[in-house]
């Protein structure tokens, strides 16, 4: 078995809850992949920095 970590789909990443769990995903170094029904929505963005 490898150690690569394959890409995890969130569905509703851009609610509330569903974008915490991709924000923290992200942090632990995951590749992540979000569905949503509006393609502009779907960007998930570092917000505290800036």
Known sequence: M?????P???FGAT???GRSV???LLKAGWPV???SL???SC????EDAG
Do not use: S
Request: charged share 30%; proline share 0%; net charge positive.
């Open 2 to 6: 490898t150690n690569d970590k394959r």
């Open 8 to 10: 995890v789909l969130v």
């Open 15 to 17: 609610g509330r809850q």
């Open 22 to 24: 991709a924000k923290a």
């Open 33 to 35: 992949h979000c569905f």
């Open 38 to 40: 509006g393609a502009d």
């Open 43 to 46: 960007v998930i963005a570092d």
